[in-house]
Nanobody, 124 residues
Framework: QVQLVESGGGLVQAGGSLRLSCAAS????????MAWFRQAPGKEREFVAG????????YYTDSVRGRFTISRDNAKNTVYLQMNSLKPEDTAVYYC?????????????????WGQGTQVVVSS
């Protein structure tokens, strides 16, 4: 049974930082491209950042590039999202997703497994 469990969300002031973690189990983590998506109230789920399984190439949506950093530790079956210089518009539920042998898709429909999400609230 595949499980993705996010942690690290919370309430932070604008300009602050948070580090999200996603621990994976029940899959061969090293063969999965991992990504973070987010969904704000009343909005569609959107891609935030991803890291490929093969080369560790990272890719970001424009609104977070330079502020967020995605990384992975295959030994710990964990993917991270370091979020710096947070803005109120970053407020959302953040989801971890996994795509077997993925090439780096930005589309939620490409991903095979999802976590339950962790809430991030950035106050102004």
């Amino acid at each position: 049974q595949v499980q993705l469990v996010e942690s690290g969300g919370g309430l932070v002031q604008a300009g602050g930082s948070l580090r999200l973690s996603c621990a994976a189990s029940g899959l061969t983590f090293s063969t999965y491209t991992m990504a973070w998506f987010r969904q704000a109230p009343g909005k569609e789920r959107e891609f935030v950042a991803g890291i490929t399984w093969s080369t560790g190439r990272t890719y970001y949506t424009d609104s977070v590039r330079g502020r967020f950093t995605i990384s992975r530790d295959n030994a710990k079956n964990t993917v991270y999202l370091q979020m710096n210089s947070l803005k109120p518009e970053d407020t959302a539920v953040y989801y971890c997703a996994a795509h077997n042998l993925g090439l780096g898709s930005l589309h939620a429909g490409s991903y095979d497994y999802w976590g339950q999400g962790t809430q991030v609230v950035v106050s102004s």
